[in-house]
């Protein structure tokens, strides 16, 4: 299974990333979720970007709160707008899921 | 009889996604027209301080006008500033997420003369012990 995920929050509380399996998968930061992408908390990445996956992040919802694709704390991670989003649901991946 | 009244707010959530953190600076600044309701010698004092992922509310150059046609709270942080309400930011927050003190929210571009204040937790400790009423968001 090809999976997306759009994880918004930046106070998880949810278990179900840590779980994830696919043989693909690609996690999109939104919203509050790009704190995740931006910030080292005691020196130290998130944990979520920990996870053998693709990593994107919304320009929009960055740029918004302040930052921008200068501040991404990981080379992994890959700026995108909308449009790069719709492309990832509907030409990449078999679902999406909003956690 | 003169009294004056302190409210802290403490704001703990990060800016966008809940209203929270936006009421916040809008209570605050709304507290000085209170002041019609007062008596003679009766003042309302609000401070905002930003702890935890509150501090988020103060970095400068959100651009959710230009994405989402909304004003940021870093316009209402300005705002505030600019009718010479007290800001505190936890220096501690700050560090722990790697927000240096120049991506902070300056005041002075609406010609505000005050400008946030990075202070130790234990500043804003003092605050919330010398404070009358302590209202989170």
New interface residues.
Partial sequence: MKLGVIL?E??RTEETYDRLQAEKLSVVLA??GI?HAV????GKASEVLSKKADFYVLT??L?????TAGDLVDSKIKPIGFDGLVDLIMDQHDKFIWL | MARKLKQLYLVQR????SENPKLAYTHAMASQTAEIYLEDGEEVIPTLAMVG?GV?NV??????M???GLN?N?NHVQMALLIDLKVLVCKEDLE???ISAD?LADGSALGADMTIEVVPFSEIQKEMEATDQILCF
């Avoid at chain 1, 740029?63 to 930052?67: A, H, K, L, V």
């Avoid at chain 2, 990060?14 to 996604?17: A, G, W």
């Fill in positions: 918004s930046a106070v919203g509050n704190y910030s080292k908390k005691n929009e919802d740029e918004s709160r302040g930052f | 990060p800016p966008i996604k992922d988020y970095v400068n150059n959100q651009q959710l230009k994405h989402y940021s870093e722990a997420r790697g991506r």
